[in-house]
């Protein structure tokens, strides 16, 4: 090894990357400020009307979304407030603030597609208030 190998680390073999056959399979940490992965229990089961504290997580990278409280009047407003959940880690994520106030768009279309292909939504089971007929909480 000459001087320019031994200043710069030349010689040395790279670190090994384990294939993807030896890597943990990927999943949703077990903590409870992460969530709870949603069921049919959370969705479908009443009784409605109901309020949930969901967050999308894009496991890939562990970027975890804010917060969004939702409320599902029956099983049919599922689609309606996960859509408005996927929306708020668009903006979230998905937009760049700059300094003038204004937003330039991070994620193309085509981009956003594939993001939110893998997006999971989890729950917050600490969070059950309960809600009146109006839809209004009571607790």
Do not use: C, H
């Amino acid at each position: 090894m000459g001087l320019f190998g031994k200043i710069f680390g030349g010689g040395q073999p790279p670190p090994r990357v384990p294939p993807a056959s030896e890597r943990p399979p990927r999943r949703l940490r077990d903590d409870a400020a992460y969530g709870q992965p949603l069921g049919s229990d959370q969705t479908d089961a009443g009784p409605f009307p109901k309020r949930l504290r969901l967050r999308a997580i894009y496991s890939d990278y562990d970027l975890m979304g804010s917060w969004k409280v939702v409320t599902l009047n029956s099983p049919a407003d599922w689609a309606a407030a996960r859509e408005e959940v996927l929306q708020a880690y668009y903006q979230q994520f998905g937009l760049i603030r700059l300094p003038g106030g204004t937003s330039a768009i991070r994620w193309n279309e085509g981009t956003w597609r594939g993001v939110r292909e893998t997006l999971d939504l989890v729950f917050d089971p600490a969070f059950a208030p309960s809600v009146d007929a109006s839809g209004s909480p009571t607790a």
